[in-house]
């Protein structure tokens, strides 16, 4: 495991995120974004706009949404689709599932891989 997947603040955002806990996953996150290693510093940054997407959504800030989890993608696209014990992957095709809903209905979890 890597310094940054051990970190607490990292593994306190997951928790937070997969408790729809959207605004407070990205704060946790911000901790790690601004201290971690440089190779792992654009994947956290990623999951910053997962989390601010899903949270623009639910306020029906729906072209802030789309604007989030464009650059959410951009910024994970050099990353594999695992990456930080996370399923990449799916975080984005879950991410953008939810914002193709009317409603935000899916609450959208993290989930290893």
Same mark, same amino acid.
């Given at each position: 495991?890597?310094?940054?997947?051990?970190?607490?603040?990292?593994?306190?955002?997951?928790?937070?995120?997969?408790?729809?806990?959207?605004?407070? +996953?990205?704060?946790?996150?911000?901790?790690?974004?601004? !201290?971690?290693? +440089?190779?792992?510093?654009?994947?956290? /940054? !990623?999951?910053? /706009?997962? +989390?601010?997407?899903?949270?623009?959504?639910?306020?029906? /800030?729906?072209? +802030?949404?789309?604007?989030? %989890?464009?650059?959410?993608?951009?910024?994970?696209?050099?990353?594999?689709?695992?990456?930080?014990?996370?399923?990449?992957?799916?975080?984005?095709?879950?991410?953008?599932?939810? %914002?193709?809903?009317?409603?935000? !209905?899916?609450?959208?979890?993290?989930? !290893?891989?």
């Amino acid at each position: 495991m890597t310094p940054t997947a051990a970190d607490p603040h990292f593994r306190r955002g997951i928790e937070l995120f997969n408790a729809g806990r959207y605004f407070d +996953a990205h704060e946790e996150w911000e901790h790690v974004w601004r !201290s971690c290693p +440089a190779p792992e510093r654009r994947f956290v /940054h !990623s999951l910053i /706009h997962a +989390a601010v997407a899903l949270y623009q959504w639910r306020r029906g /800030h729906f072209a +802030a949404a789309r604007t989030q %989890l464009a650059r959410g993608m951009a910024k994970a696209a050099d990353y594999p689709p695992a990456f930080l014990g996370l399923d990449a992957a799916r975080l984005w095709k879950d991410v953008a599932a939810a %914002l193709d809903l009317p409603d935000g !209905s899916i609450a959208v979890r993290l989930h !290893s891989g």
